[in-house]
C-alpha cells in the first residue's frame, strides 16, 4: 500500500480521522474527503491532502471529481465513511447514507476514477433483532431485518454497492465502535462520573464492542487482501453483559457511588417518543428517540467475526478491558471529564 493514492470521506469524523492517520502510517498517499463545513481538528498531520466533496449535490460533485483526476490522476482506493448516524427527520438518513453513497458511485464513474477498491463503512445495526432466543452469534448467512431507519438506510446502500459490478465492494459492518474522540459512548461516562448507571429492560442482553483502532486495522487488511462482494462483521471477538462497559468504566473514574437503575422498556419507549417530538419542535435530534429505543431494546448484539479472522488475518488488539482504559484516559488528557 506504500505510495498507494486514497480517500477517505467522513474524514473529519471519529471514525473517519483515525482511518486518515491508519493510512498515513502506511505510507499512502491520503486524501481526506471533507465538506466546507467540516472541522480539521482532528487532520492537522501535514501529509494531509484535502477534498472538498458535497456528496448530496451531484451537481458540485461531479467537476470537483473530474478535477482531482486532472491534478492527480484519481485514487486507487476509497473508503467511504461518510454518513449520517442522527436526523431530524427520517428522510435524512436516505439522504446522508443512500443517496450519498450513489453519488458518490456515480461521481466516481462518470469522472473515470473508478477505484481498485471500494471499502464500505457499514453497521452491525443493518441486521435487527435476531437470534434473542438462543443468543448464537449473528452470522453472514442471516437475513438483514433492520427495525431502524438508519439501519435501513445502510442495508439498502449495501444492496446497491453489491449490484455495481465494475466496483471491487468490500463492505464491514462494525458493532459499537468506542474509543478517544467519541463522543457517544462518552455520554455513558459522563454519566457515571454524575453518579448515574441506566440499563434498559430487564431481559439478558448480550453486547459487543469494537475498539477504534481494530475497526482500522480491519478496514486496511480488507484493501490489502478483501475480495469483491464480501461483508464483515466486526468487533473485539468478546461478548460482555450490559454492565461490563460501565463497570471498566466507573472503574477508570475511581469508583464512584452510583444509582442504577433498570428502565422498563415501555417506559423507555415513553420517554423515548416524547424526547423524539419535543426536540423536533425545536429542528434538533434527541439523543433518545425511536431509533435509538429499538437499539436499547435488542438483546443480542453477538455477530461472527471468524471469516474476518480466517480470511483477512484479523486479530483484535483492545479487547474491553484495555480499551476502555485508553478511552478514559484520553477523556481526560482533553479535559472531557
Same mark, same amino acid.
Given at each position: 500500500?506504500?505510495?498507494? /493514492?486514497?480517500?477517505?470521506?467522513?474524514?473529519?469524523?471519529?471514525?473517519?480521522?483515525?482511518?486518515?492517520?491508519?493510512?498515513?502510517?502506511?505510507?499512502?498517499?491520503?486524501?481526506?474527503?471533507?465538506?466546507?463545513?467540516?472541522?480539521?481538528?482532528?487532520?492537522?498531520?501535514?501529509?494531509?491532502?484535502?477534498?472538498?466533496?458535497?456528496?448530496?449535490?451531484?451537481?458540485?460533485?461531479?467537476?470537483?471529481?473530474?478535477?482531482?483526476?486532472?491534478?492527480?490522476?484519481?485514487?486507487?482506493?476509497?473508503?467511504?465513511?461518510?454518513?449520517?448516524?442522527?436526523?431530524?427527520?427520517?428522510?435524512?438518513?436516505?439522504?446522508?447514507?443512500?443517496?450519498?453513497?450513489?453519488?458518490?458511485?456515480?461521481?466516481?464513474?462518470?469522472?473515470?476514477?473508478?477505484?481498485?477498491?471500494?471499502?464500505?463503512?457499514?453497521?452491525?445495526?443493518?441486521?435487527?433483532?435476531? @437470534?434473542?432466543?438462543?443468543?448464537?452469534?449473528?452470522?453472514?448467512?442471516?437475513?438483514? @431485518?433492520?427495525?431502524?431507519?438508519?439501519?435501513?438506510?445502510?442495508?439498502?446502500?449495501?444492496?446497491?454497492?453489491?449490484?455495481?459490478?465494475?466496483?471491487?465492494?468490500?463492505?464491514? @459492518? %462494525?458493532?459499537?465502535?468506542?474509543?478517544?474522540?467519541?463522543?457517544?459512548?462518552?455520554?455513558?461516562?459522563?454519566?457515571?462520573?454524575?453518579?448515574?448507571?441506566?440499563?434498559?429492560?430487564?431481559?439478558?442482553?448480550?453486547?459487543?464492542?469494537?475498539?477504534?483502532?481494530?475497526?482500522?486495522?480491519?478496514?486496511?487488511?480488507?484493501?490489502?487482501?478483501?475480495? +469483491?462482494?464480501?461483508?464483515?462483521?466486526?468487533?473485539?471477538?468478546?461478548?460482555? +453483559?450490559?454492565?461490563?462497559?460501565?463497570?471498566?468504566?466507573?472503574?477508570?473514574?475511581?469508583?464512584?457511588?452510583?444509582?442504577?437503575?433498570?428502565?422498563?422498556?415501555?417506559?423507555?419507549?415513553?420517554?423515548?417518543?416524547?424526547?423524539?417530538?419535543?426536540?423536533?419542535?425545536?429542528?434538533?435530534?434527541?439523543?433518545?428517540?425511536?431509533?435509538?429505543?429499538?437499539?436499547?431494546?435488542?438483546?443480542?448484539?453477538?455477530?461472527?467475526?471468524? %471469516?474476518?479472522?480466517?480470511?483477512?488475518?484479523?486479530?483484535?488488539?483492545?479487547?474491553?478491558?484495555?480499551?476502555?482504559?485508553?478511552?478514559?484516559?484520553?477523556? /481526560?488528557?482533553? /479535559?472531557?471529564?
Amino acid at each position: 500500500m506504500q505510495g498507494k /493514492k486514497i480517500l477517505i470521506t467522513g474524514a473529519s469524523g471519529f471514525i473517519g480521522s483515525f482511518l486518515v492517520e491508519g493510512a498515513l502510517e502506511r505510507g499512502m498517499q491520503t486524501w481526506a474527503g471533507v465538506r466546507k463545513s467540516s472541522s480539521k481538528r482532528y487532520l492537522q498531520d501535514a501529509r494531509i491532502h484535502f477534498a472538498t466533496l458535497d456528496l448530496n449535490n451531484p451537481t458540485a460533485l461531479l467537476p470537483a471529481l473530474e478535477q482531482h483526476k486532472e491534478m492527480y490522476g484519481g485514487w486507487d482506493y476509497v473508503i467511504h465513511c461518510a454518513g449520517v448516524t442522527k436526523s431530524v427527520e427520517d428522510a435524512g438518513y436516505i439522504r446522508g447514507n443512500y443517496d450519498a453513497t450513489v453519488n458518490l458511485v456515480e461521481g466516481l464513474r462518470l469522472a473515470g476514477i473508478v477505484p481498485e477498491k471500494f471499502i464500505y463503512i457499514s453497521s452491525l445495526s443493518i441486521v435487527g433483532a435476531l @437470534r434473542e432466543i438462543d443468543y448464537t452469534p449473528i452470522t453472514e448467512q442471516d437475513t438483514p @431485518r433492520p427495525n431502524t431507519i438508519y439501519g435501513e438506510s445502510k442495508w439498502r446502500t449495501e444492496q446497491y454497492l453489491h449490484k455495481q459490478t465494475d466496483f471491487s465492494t468490500v463492505v464491514f @459492518r %462494525p458493532t459499537a465502535v468506542y474509543g478517544p474522540r467519541d463522543a457517544d459512548l462518552f455520554l455513558l461516562a459522563k454519566s457515571i462520573r454524575n453518579h448515574v448507571d441506566i440499563s434498559a429492560g430487564f431481559r439478558r442482553q448480550d453486547l459487543t464492542f469494537v475498539y477504534v483502532q481494530d475497526l482500522v486495522q480491519a478496514v486496511f487488511l480488507g484493501i490489502e487482501k478483501g475480495k +469483491a462482494g464480501r461483508s464483515y462483521f466486526v468487533s473485539d471477538g468478546a461478548v460482555y +453483559a450490559s454492565r461490563d462497559y460501565s463497570d471498566l468504566v466507573r472503574k477508570e473514574l475511581g469508583n464512584p457511588w452510583l444509582f442504577r437503575f433498570t428502565c422498563p422498556l415501555w417506559l423507555l419507549y415513553g420517554i423515548s417518543f416524547v424526547a423524539e417530538k419535543v426536540a423536533k419542535c425545536f429542528g434538533k435530534v434527541s439523543t433518545l428517540n425511536r431509533d435509538k429505543y429499538q437499539l436499547m431494546k435488542q438483546r443480542n448484539w453477538q455477530c461472527d467475526i471468524s %471469516p474476518l479472522i480466517e480470511e483477512l488475518g484479523y486479530v483484535p488488539q483492545y479487547p474491553l478491558h484495555k480499551g476502555v482504559p485508553a478511552t478514559i484516559r484520553w477523556y /481526560k488528557e482533553e /479535559k472531557w471529564l
